[in-house]
């Protein structure tokens, strides 16, 4: 089978091998997948793909319509630069639907003419009102520009609290808690607006429509900068009111562009399915987990320009053994093995495998092996070999699950100070970013790569979420059986007397306070470039969806993102 084409550097539209054809069997295929998983089946159980996906050659109808509508909307998009509000609406409208890839250049024009007239008025919102002031705040912050908080002042009376009229802007105070997200260290007054806008739009609630009840309810549980766009795009499109042309054009094209990259997610996991099959760690190694859908998840999340399918499936390799590893470390290897495995690693050699039992030599070839493999890609495209980083990134990643397994097989743990730091790495966040950094080949430097090998405060402030997320669930992962702590297990330890519900609102507050760490990191100037640190948010972003089981240890909420992304048309 032909692989597509997947879209150039240039955001052009993917064009495909016009001897790949759409066929009736492949809609019954994807039709009986879909119809399986509705039906009960797990993202956290084995998945056997038996879909085809869909494609469209350059010469088809579909494919020249849509092609039509990106560039339709170029122009739209040209021509409203000049109006300050209606370009932050329809920059705001274009993330929301995840096809920002489409029009980096314009939305770059459009933020850069809102920062002019933001710093002219010296970060005091000139005469503009709450949703714009707000929304201009976020678009900015999220794209790295440090603007001050202060702009939002003007809405405070003399005692210095948030004016009670602006209770009755529902638009602005869902705008005003969208802009409390992008809140950095010490910045209080994003503290004061998150609280005042939840609890005015929480009571509001009860006494508006459905409709609009819903969007609040949205807003609040799924603030824009702490949500995946394109997994909630499709709700978002039914949900969106409006009544302006551009708009409509807007959600016709979304909708065309969300099938195009669906076709493209399908042809990906069959191709993620098929290596993974031919790896052959599922037959032998019956202790780990044998997930590689849910693994695909996390690049699918994280890499969404369509042009980085390479990218996807060979960072979802590296992804596949942090879990397997894992596995081998927690259920699975002695103590004696695990330290003959973690110094083969270190030694980076197949020799010092050689007292290993098969399955964990099986795994260190494996692990040897893609590493490598990685490393050539790299350096072909790139020019710069990253074999050392990688190879230091996996041996730090094993040291650090084996100092974990001494700690629980000696029964004595740590202090929580001490747990988190390591939990820096064994997260496998480390690992799996230095991966990403190098397979996207932008902003490669000495500098960048010595930042990257000493797992700077923007990794471990994410690594510091997923660890604590992870924690704060009761639910044990997947029916994993193996012990490795948790924060607050360490914590109340170390506080005698501590309720559990204490210790998890200590923990809330700390997941809260390494958003604010990761936000500032984000911003500019910043060593790394746009792409990693975006990449890299939504790494941050995922976490909630893969840590947030239920009674039956699976992950209601990343099935229905997963089966909304990949399986489930999108009607036009």
């Known amino acids: ?64 319509e849509y092609v039509q509508k990106i560039k339709k909307f170029k122009n739209i998009l040209s021509k409203n630069i000049e109006d300050p509000l209606e370009g932050l609406n329809m920059v705001n409208l274009i993330l929301r639907l995840g096809i920002e890839y489409h029009y980096q250049e314009e939305i770059e024009a459009i933020l850069q003419r809102h920062y002019a007239i933001f710093s002219a008025h010296e970060g005091q919102g000139g005469d503009h009102d709450l949703h714009e002031v707000a929304l201009g705040f976020r678009l900015l912050r999220q794209e790295g520009y440090h603007v001050s908080a202060d702009v939002f002042n003007k809405f405070k009376n003399k005692e210095g609290k948030f004016k009670l009229e602006l209770a009755e802007d529902i638009t602005g105070l869902m705008e005003l808690y969208e802009a409390s997200q992008v809140n950095i260290e010490d910045e209080h007054i994003l503290d004061e607006a998150k609280d005042f806008s939840r609890h005015f739009l929480e009571a509001k609630v009860k006494h508006l429509d459905h409709q609009r009840a819903r969007l609040i309810v949205n807003t609040l549980e799924h603030p824009y900068h702490k949500s995946l766009p394109r997994f909630l795009a499709k709700g978002f499109l039914d949900d969106f009111e409006g009544t302006e042309d551009w708009i409509k054009h807007l959600q016709d094209l979304a909708k065309m562009d969300f099938k195009m990259v669906q076709s493209i997610h399908q042809q990906e996991i069959l191709q993620i399915f098929k290596w993974w099959k031919g790896l052959g760690l599922a037959k032998e190694l019956k202790f780990a987990r044998n997930q590689p859908l849910k693994w695909y998840m996390w690049t699918a999340a994280c890499l969404t320009d369509p042009s980085w399918s390479d990218q996807r499936i ?5 992804i596949s053994l942090v879990y397997v590893i894992d596995d081998m470390f927690d259920v699975y290897g002695t103590l004696d093995e695990l330290t003959l495995f973690t110094n083969a690693v270190n030694q980076w050699e197949l020799a010092a495998t050689e007292q290993l039992p098969d399955p964990l030599k099986m795994c260190f070839v494996a692990l040897y092996d893609i590493t490598n493999e990685i490393s050539y890609k790299v350096y072909n495209r790139s020019g710069w070999d990253p074999i050392d980083s990688l190879k230091k990134a996996w041996a730090r990643l094993c ?64 690594a510091t979420i997923l660890r604590l997320w992870d924690d704060l669930g009761s639910a044990q992962d997947e029916n994993q059986n193996g012990h490795d702590g948790s924060y607050i297990e360490c914590y109340r330890k170390e506080h005698q007397g501590c309720s559990v519900e204490g210790a998890q609102s200590h923990v809330i507050q700390m997941i809260s306070n ?42 209601p909420s990343l099935e229905k993102h997963m089966k909304s992304l990949i399986f489930e048309k999108c009607s036009l």
């Open 399 to 462: 040291n650090a699950f084996l100092l974990e397994a001494k700690w629980f097989a000696s029964g004595n743990l740590p202090k929580a100070e001490e747990y988190l730091k390591n939990a820096h790495v064994s997260t496998g966040l480390h690992v799996v970013l230095v991966h990403m950094f190098f397979l996207l080949g932008e902003g490669i430097s000495k500098e960048t790569v010595d930042l990257l090998d000493n797992n700077p405060s923007m990794i471990s402030s994410i």
């Open 514 to 555: 390494a958003w604010n760490c990761l936000n500032k990191n984000c911003l500019t100037p910043n060593p790394f470039p746009a792409s990693f640190i975006k990449a890299s948010l939504n790494a941050a972003r995922m976490v909630p969806l893969m840590y947030s089981y239920d009674d039956k240890h699976c992950l």
């Open 1 to 64: 089978m032909a692989f597509f084409r997947a879209f150039s550097a240039l955001s052009k539209p993917p064009t495909y091998s016009k001897n790949i054809q759409k066929t009736g069997k492949s809609d019954n295929l994807i039709n009986n997948t879909c119809k399986q998983m509705a039906q009960g089946s797990s993202i956290c159980q084995d998945h056997a793909v038996n879909f085809l996906p869909e494609y469209h050659n350059s010469t088809d109808d579909f494919y020249v």
């Open 314 to 318: 060979e960072l979802t390799k590296p």
